[in-house]
DNA sequence: ACACTTCTATAGTGACCGATATGAAACAAC
DNA sequence: GTTGTTTCATATCGGTCACTATAGAAGTGT
C-alpha cells in the first residue's frame, strides 16, 4: 500500500506490489482478483482509518472545529515519518490513462463525499446559530477541500508540517463568524 | 500537448503523441532527443503563455490583486471548453515512477519559483503598507498555492467554473488588510 | 500410509512501453 | 543526370506491463 500512497495507482507495477508485500503475483490474483481491486482494498482502509475524515467532521463541535480539525489532521498525515508525503486519496489518481478512468471516478467519489458531510455540518450551523447564516457552505468546504488537495502536492513537493499548519492557520483566517 | 495535460507525464504514451501531433516517432526523436524533454518543452511553453503567473503577479498593484489573480486565472484556466480540466503544471506529475523522479522535481521547482515570487510580493507590500506589517508573508502565498492545485483537481473532479470562483472567493476571505 | 484438497512458486502469455536501425523518397549541387 | 545529403516512415529492438497456466509442495482426513 505505501507504494500505491508513494508513485500512485498506475506507476506502481504489479512487481514493486510482490516485492514490498513479500508474496507472488498468482496470491494477489487469488486474493485480491485485480490490481484494481487491490487498490480499492488499500484505499477504502486508508479513508476508514483510525484518523479518517468522517470521523473528525462528525465528532466536532462545530463546522469551524470541523474544519480546522481535518487541516490539522491533514498537516499532520501527510508528513508523518513513516509514510509517504502526501495523501493517497488526494494524489494517486490525479492522473492516469483512460484505462483507469474508473479508479479515478471512484476516488473523485470519495473525496466529494467528504466535501458534502462537511458542507451539511456547516449548513447544520448556519440554521442553529453556530455559523452566520448567510455563510456560503458549498464556498467553504469547497475552499477547505481545495486547501487539503494543495497541501497533499506541498508535502510531496518537501513542505515540512509547520508549513502545513501556517498554510491551514491562513485558511482558517477567512471563516465566518 | 493536449494528451500530456489531460492525462500526466507518465500515462501519456508515445502513441498518443504521435497520433495527437501527426508525425512518427523518429520525428520526435529527432525533433526533441526524448519524452521527458518533450514534455518540459511543452511545459515551459504553457507556464510562459499568454497569461501566465509570473505576469499575474508583477503587473497587479497589490499582493492582493496578484492573489486574486491568480485565483480568478486560475478558475478560468482550468474549465476551458478548448483545453483539458485543471492544470497542466499542477497535475501531471503529482505522482510518478522513481524513474520520472526528475521530471517531478523540475515541475515541483516551478511551482516554487512562483510562490516565492508571490510571497516576495506580499513581503514587500508589509513594507511598503499597502499590507499589514504582521502579515505572514510565507503563510499566504503558500495558502494560495494550495488552493490553486486543489482547484486544479476540484477541476478534474467535474467542478464548474462557478464554483472555482466560489472558492477562489472563500480563499479571499481571510487576506490581511 | 494414502488419496485429496489448498496453496504458492516458476515460468511464460500477448500487448505495449520508449527508443532506433534501416531503407526509401525528396531535394540540392554541379 | 548523377551524386551526396537530408527527411521521414516501416519495422523492430529489448524490456516491462498486468495477468495466468501449470506443476510441485504442504497440509488434512481417515
Known amino acids: 500500500m505505501l507504494s500505491f500512497w508513494r508513485h500512485g495507482y498506475e506507476a506502481t507495477s504489479l512487481s514493486d506490489l510482490t516485492s514490498a508485500m513479500g508474496i507472488t503475483a498468482p496470491s494477489i490474483y487469488g486474493a485480491f482478483g485485480d490490481k484494481k481491486t487491490l487498490f480499492l482494498e488499500a484505499v477504502q482502509l486508508y479513508v476508514s482509518?483510525?484518523?479518517?475524515?468522517?470521523?473528525?467532521?462528525?465528532?466536532?463541535?462545530?463546522?469551524?472545529?470541523?474544519?480546522a480539525g481535518l487541516l490539522e489532521a491533514s498537516a499532520v498525515g501527510f508528513?508523518?515519518?513513516?509514510?509517504?508525503?502526501?495523501?493517497?486519496?488526494?494524489?494517486?489518481?490525479?492522473?492516469?490513462?483512460?484505462?483507469?478512468?474508473?479508479v479515478q471516478a471512484e476516488l473523485a467519489s470519495i473525496r466529494r463525499k467528504i466535501e458534502t458531510r462537511l458542507k451539511e455540518k456547516i449548513l447544520r450551523d448556519t440554521k442553529t446559530g453556530a455559523?452566520?447564516?448567510?455563510?456560503?457552505?458549498?464556498?467553504?468546504?469547497?475552499?477547505?477541500?481545495?486547501?487539503?488537495q494543495g497541501m497533499s502536492t506541498l508535502a510531496r513537493d518537501g513542505a515540512s508540517r509547520e508549513k502545513l499548519r501556517q498554510i491551514a492557520a491562513a485558511a482558517m483566517l477567512g471563516w465566518p463568524a
Not at 482509518?49 to 462545530?62: F, M
Open 49 to 67: 482509518g483510525p484518523v479518517n475524515a468522517e470521523t473528525i467532521i462528525d465528532s466536532a463541535p462545530t463546522s469551524r472545529h470541523a474544519a
Open 79 to 102: 508528513t508523518g515519518r513513516d509514510t509517504p508525503r502526501g495523501c493517497l486519496l488526494a494524489s494517486s489518481t490525479i492522473s492516469c490513462s483512460a484505462a483507469a478512468a474508473d
Open 131 to 148: 455559523a452566520p447564516p448567510e455563510a456560503n457552505a458549498g464556498a467553504l468546504a469547497g475552499h477547505i477541500m481545495a486547501v487539503i
